[in-house]
């Protein structure tokens, strides 16, 4: 009888799994999954795998390949340094990718058998490849290369040599001081090694192509007189070899992005803002151009979405892309009439697509799974990858739904709840507004670590696309523009009394806090509002004025509000934050990496010191040589570790589950 019941008891313990909430540290075992590439013949995908590398304290990003029906899955490369890019020769015997592996200074170019075998380096240039796309025949690669490597990585041995400064945008995030290295196309022979250069000039060319034919190269590029002060990307077409004249192939005073030749080579997709004007809040178009010339056409005029990531269909009739949707992704189709086909959707985002013939894949993630790689087939998708099964098997996650919340102004706003797993519905829970950044991005329904972090610790989450949020239509995004602080507060404030309203959200215990916007609109809401506990702002701004000439945003800044001397009562009413410091009682958190120059430390250090002056509680975080986004692991894990700490000491500590659900 005893050996029966011990019996017993090991199945159901197999067949049970102990579950756990997840942990800051958990963030060492999350995986990333990126750029999936089918191969010619159909039968693998090719993709990107980074994992945190705890003992280097980094990223280890490295080269895979799945099988067709997910059978197999190889690991291709496993330095000790990045490989990415991966993309298969066109006669398919080839993988390449691009690395600064080994003694490898600069990024270089690497060919392997796709049969096995270790990888050679194809290219030896004295400067880093940007981007290749290999020609038709397999026997030419086009080479995107900026003029000179940035200055901020010279050689620590050598005297740094100054910085010259002479454009109107002369700054950005991880790249540092621009000066004019522009990023220009060579044309590489692989038998040869022959390198011609096809472009030159004061201005960059981008996401290049090659015509179905082999002959002709298309491009993007702005080469009006002064592009800084302005957002016109053209599409260009030229022959593909040296000497060669580019062909203007779009007039619109606006942006052309992301053009993609037809297999046919009768047509070229590409996107087109709908703005002439540059607007951070523009919505791109699908749109076709005849390949030899002639009048636009908008195929998704009727649609009042974003629209991102064309592809042809290999018989050259329809353009699949992906829609951005109120919470959503999902994949769609036009054919050249304009007439749209949804082809998969659902509680969940897609992105990154790619396909060879007809073979398509695409990264797709849930409120439960982060990005996996999927097969697009029959209207319908097929999960490929597996990599996140062993972190997710032993955790507890956090139930996630839509909700809706009505703002005092009758707007109506879509949000995301999490609830911690095991907690009824009707149970009143602490609870903490986590606000995107952008701000024109959305909160959708892709696994995000924060939230679940959050709520599988004991709190109720909310994510909340306030107006100025995608997803919703242009007029939803763009009516904030000029009027920061406004309307996206009344969206945030009528979501947290809407939760309060229906028994979810504890009055008493209420966080709120956010990274970039989001993290100026935590400013801009507890100075708002004052029943936060707690709060955390990270890379966010405060006197506004004060970014002007200081961050990467001068053109967005006088488009919207104008110069700071002719239009001093805007830029004061944007600031309020921190004219208005005196009104902020919560506790605050400012976080901000040491070389952001997104949203440089000036705003959090203003804030930070304004808090401290008023002896509001206060610290003040910052991460050495990390731009806008973290990338060391063990300053993510700090953050999270910091933000569970910063609303325990000032919420008091969630109760947790006792037990929590086993996962069957």
């Known amino acids: 009888m005893k050996h029966s019941i011990l019996f017993l008891f090991c199945i159901m313990s197999i067949a049970s799994v102990a579950q756990r909430s997840l942990t800051p540290s958990d963030i060492y075992h999350l995986k990333t999954v990126s750029d999936p590439q089918v191969s010619p013949d159909g039968k693998w995908v090719a993709y990107v795998l980074s994992a945190p590398d705890s003992a280097n304290d980094k990223s280890d990003t490295n080269i895979w390949m799945v099988s067709w029906d997910g ?102 995030d991880g790249e540092g001081y621009l000066e004019r290295k522009r990023h220009h196309l060579y044309l590489y022979e692989v038998q040869s090694k022959k390198l011609d ?222 609830r911690p797993a095991g907690k009824p519905k009707n149970e009143n829970l602490p609870f903490i507004l986590w606000i995107h950044g952008g701000p024109t991005s959305q909160d959708d329904f892709g696994f995000d670590f924060i939230p679940q972090l959050f709520a599988t610790q004991g709190y109720a989450v909310a994510q909340v696309n306030y107006r100025a949020s995608s997803g919703r239509g242009l007029a939803y995004s763009e009516i904030v523009s000029g009027d920061w602080g406004n309307k996206e507060v009344v969206d945030l404030i009528g979501a947290v009394d809407h939760l309060i309203k229906i028994g979810v959200a504890d009055p008493n215990r209420l966080g709120i806090g956010g990274w970039s ?71 605050t958190l400012y976080m901000v990496g040491e070389k952001d120059f997104n949203v440089p430390a000036a705003g959090s250090e203003q804030m930070y010191q304004a808090l401290k002056s008023q002896e509001v509680p206060t610290e003040f975080i910052v991460y050495p040589g990390q731009h806008h986004g973290l990338a060391v692991p063990s300053y993510q894990f700090d953050r999270y570790t910091r933000y569970l700490d910063w609303y325990k000491k000032y919420m008091g500590p969630p109760k947790l589950n006792e037990k929590l659900p086993e996962k069957k």
């Open 71 to 172: 059978n197999e899955s190889v690991q291709l490369t496993a330095s000790p340094d990045a490989e990415n890019h991966p993309r298969w020769t066109p006669d398919g015997k080839y993988l390449t990718f691009l690395s600064s592996r080994y003694d490898t200074k600069s990024s270089q170019l690497w060919r392997m058998d796709r049969r096995g075998g270790e990888a050679i380096k194809l290219t030896d240039l004295k400067h880093s490849i940007s981007d290749y796309v290999w020609s038709p025949d397999s026997k030419k690669i086009l080479l995107t290369i900026q003029d000179q490597e940035p200055s901020d990585k010279t050689e620590k041995k050598k005297t740094a040599k100054p910085i010259k400064i002479d454009r109107y945008h002369f700054k950005s």
């Open 517 to 587: 916007y989001g993290g100026i609109l935590t400013d801009y809401t507890t100075a708002s509002d004052s029943r936060f506990k707690a709060a955390a702002s990270g890379a966010g701004s405060a006197w506004q004025l004060s970014m002007y000439g200081t961050d990467q945003y001068t053109l967005q800044y006088e488009k919207e509000l104008g110069v700071p001397w002719k239009n001093m009562d805007k830029w004061m009413k944007v600031s309020y934050a921190f004219l208005k410091v005196d009104k902020i009682k919560t506790p």
């Open 197 to 418: 250069t096809l472009t030159r000039g004061d201005f960059d060319e981008m996401q290049a192509s090659w015509s179905p034919d082999g002959t002709k190269i298309l491009f993007v590029s702005n080469r009006t007189s002064d592009a800084d002060r302005n957002s016109n990307t053209d599409v260009w077409t030229m022959d593909a070899r040296k000497g060669a004249t580019p062909k203007k192939m779009t007039t619109w005073a606006g942006s052309d992005q992301a053009p993609m030749w037809s297999p046919n080579g009768k047509w070229i997709a590409y996107l087109k803002s709908q703005k002439a004007e540059y607007s951070m809040y523009d919505q791109p178009q699908l749109t076709i151009i005849p390949s030899e010339g002639g009048e636009p056409k908008i195929l998704s005029a009727q649609l009042d979405r974003d629209v991102s990531n064309p592809r042809w269909t290999s018989d050259s009739q329809s353009i699949i892309i992906t829609v951005d949707d109120d919470r959503r992704t999902y994949v769609a189709s036009y054919d050249l009439n304009g007439t749209i086909k949804v082809l998969a959707k659902g509680d969940r985002v897609f992105y990154s697509l790619n396909n060879t013939l007809n073979n398509w894949v695409a990264l797709s993630s849930d409120p439960y799974t982060p990005a996996e790689i999927f097969v697009l087939e029959n209207n319908s998708y097929r999960r490929l990858t597996h990599v996140h099964d062993d972190f997710l098997k032993g955790i507890a996650l956090a139930s996630v739904e839509p909700f809706n919340s009505i703002s005092k102004d009758g707007t109506n706003v879509g949000s995301l709840l999490y």
